[in-house]
């Protein structure tokens, strides 16, 4: 399936799983309501998704929580990105800005971010 040009909404444990499946690569942030740092990822997100080969999903654990155990989810903003199905990295580091990002990706899946 071809990249989203921008962040696709997860509700669920299923939802995510299916984006994953049918992404060849694909990045979801797991973020909560009233975090601001995650608010200000959208944005960042949006771009990046437009920059590259990258597909993007969000989801907030709070909807399912059973994301939080089976993710390991300690804090958030967390980036899990994901290659054929599995996750390859993560990044769980606060608040990216949009170079941030696409060094993860560029470091992690260099075929999806030199695309262009």
């Known amino acids: 399936m071809a990249a989203t040009s921008k962040p696709r909404q997860l509700e669920t444990g299923d ?3 299916e984006f994953v499946a049918s ?3 694909a990045l ?3 973020y909560t309501s009233g975090c601001a740092l995650c608010q200000a990822m959208e944005p960042v997100l949006g771009n990046v998704a437009r920059a590259t080969d ?4 969000m ?3 709070g909807d399912d929580i059973g994301l939080v155990d089976r993710f390991d989810i300690r804090s958030v903003p967390t980036l899990l990105l994901f290659e054929d ?3 390859v990295a993560r990044l769980a580091d606060g608040f990216q800005g949009g170079d941030a990002v696409t060094d993860f990706l560029e470091s992690n899946v260099p075929e999806a ?3 262009d």
Not at 54 to 57: C, F, K, Q
């Open 85 to 87: 199905g599995e996750e």
């Open 59 to 61: 989801v907030n654990p």
């Open 23 to 25: 992404h060849d690569v």
């Open 15 to 17: 939802d995510v799983d």
């Open 54 to 57: 990258v597909s993007i999903g």
């Open 28 to 30: 979801v942030e797991f």
């Open 113 to 115: 971010v030199d695309a």
